[in-house]
């Protein structure tokens, strides 16, 4: 919309809105916190806006800085001891270098795509609330699908950062764990839940977990 005279022209709402580029209720929500008031009304009480009092450049307010999430998890409740180390080695990283951060924590299986921390932290990052992430290791993301989340990381701009790049202290216990996951899923699937091969297929994986970790 271009207008060739600027100097005291008045306009409706929705064309101070196309000359502002922003929707006719961000013009409403302005009036209302007094950012922007209307230069008077008609007496039909429209608004009516002064042209050349509307600048662009004035209203393109700054979008708040994004944070820094560090995320924690553990597979179960008998590893909450493990959750609060974790938590504090984040916590102490992130202050050394002098960030302002929060920390996310959950307590669910690498496997189990639908927990709170982890949809959230997600959202976070989808709607572009997030700069940097920081985890212990890649596998307390998720067990697998981790590379997915860093790809989407980065394609919004965000920086991960793993503080330990070797294997996890708990790796062979949450894998474990993992894989009976795994097992029970896909037995069910195949057999029925209530299947005798079923449950022989799991009684022999359990069997091999548990001898394994002796």
């Known amino acids: 919309m271009y207008y060739s005279h600027m100097s005291r022209k008045m306009v409706s709402i929705r064309e101070a809105a196309e000359f502002l ?23 039909g009480g429209r608004r009516r806006y002064d042209l050349a009092k509307l600048r662009p450049e004035q209203f393109h307010f700054q979008k708040p800085e994004r944070r820094t999430i560090a995320y924690a998890r553990v597979s179960s409740h008998d590893q909450k001891d493990d959750l609060e180390r974790q938590k504090q080695v984040l916590e102490l990283y992130c202050a050394r270098q002098g960030w302002t951060f929060e920390v996310i924590a959950d307590l669910g299986s690498g496997m189990n795509y639908h927990k709170k921390g982890l949809k959230r932290l997600l959202d976070a990052i989808l709607q572009g609330e997030v700069g940097r992430l920081v985890i212990t290791h890649k596998d307390r993301l998720l067990r697998f699908g981790a590379e997915l989340v860093f790809a989407i990381c980065e394609a919004k701009g965000v920086e991960v950062v793993i503080l330990n790049q070797g294997e996890d202290t708990t790796f062979e216990e949450d894998l474990a764990k993992d894989v009976l996951e795994i097992i029970t899923i896909f037995s069910a699937r195949l057999y029925g839940a209530r299947s005798r091969k079923n449950q022989k297929l799991l009684d022999g994986v359990r069997a091999a977990v548990e001898a394994s970790q002796c």
């Open 21 to 43: 580029g922003v929707a006719v209720q961000t013009l409403r929500r302005w009036e209302r916190e007094g950012r922007l008031v209307p230069a008077e009304r008609t007496p």
